[in-house]
C-alpha cells in the first residue's frame, strides 16, 4: 500500500511541477518579456533586481523538484507510465534547465550590464530582449512537450484505472 501511494505522490508532484513550470514559460513568453521593454531605463535596474530576486521560487526551487521526482520515478518506476516516457520527460526537463544555465542567464546578465553601463544602447537592449523570447520559445516548446508525456500518461492511467473499475 505505501509502494502505491508514494508511486501516485511522486507522479502527482511530477505532473503538477510540470505543468506549473510550463506555465511559467508561457507566461515569460507572452507577458513578461514582451512588456520588458516598456520599463524605461531609470527603473530597469530595479525592476530587473526584483525579477532575477523571484526566479528562485518561482524556477530554480521548483525545477530542483522536478528533477529529483523524475528521477527517482525513472529509478524505481511507475505504474503510471513507462520508463522510456520517465526518461524521455526527464530529458526535456533537462534541456530546459541547460538552455536556461547556459543560455538565457548569460543573456539576461548582459541586459543587466547594459541597463548599469549603456542605458541609452536602446538598439542592443532590444536585440538581447528578442534573443530571450527565441531563447525562452526553445524553453516552452520542451516544457510543453514534457507536458504532453505526462498528461498522455496521466490520461492513460484514468483509462485503465477506469476499465479496471468497469470489468
Known amino acids: ?3 502505491i501511494r508514494t508511486d501516485r505522490t511522486l507522479w502527482l508532484t511530477l505532473a503538477f511541477l510540470t505543468f506549473f513550470l510550463t506555465a511559467i514559460h508561457w507566461y515569460t513568453q507572452f507577458v513578461s518579456y514582451p512588456i520588458a521593454p516598456l520599463v524605461g531605463n531609470a527603473e530597469a535596474s530595479a525592476y530587473g533586481a526584483r525579477y532575477e530576486a523571484g526566479l528562485i521560487y518561482a524556477i530554480y ?7 529529483l521526482v523524475n528521477i527517482a520515478l525513472v529509478v524505481r518506476g511507475s505504474s503510471f507510465a513507462p520508463r522510456g516516457a520517465l526518461v524521455a520527460a526527464l530529458l526535456l526537463n533537462l534541456c530546459t534547465i541547460l538552455v536556461s544555465l547556459f543560455i538565457a542567464v548569460p543573456v539576461h546578465q548582459q541586459v543587466s550590464a ?3 553601463s549603456a542605458p541609452g544602447d536602446t538598439a542592443l537592449r532590444a536585440t538581447l530582449e528578442t534573443s530571450l523570447l527565441w531563447i525562452n520559445a526553445l524553453r516552452l516548446g520542451t516544457a510543453a512537450l514534457s507536458s504532453a508525456i ?3 500518461w496521466s490520461a492513460r492511467a484514468l483509462e485503465f484505472k477506469r476499465a479496471l473499475a468497469t470489468g
Not at 62 to 67: D, E, H, K, S
Open 150 to 152: 505526462v498528461l498522455f
Open 114 to 116: 547594459l541597463r548599469l
Open 61 to 67: 526551487i521548483p525545477y530542483t523538484v522536478l528533477m
Open 1 to 3: 500500500m505505501n509502494a
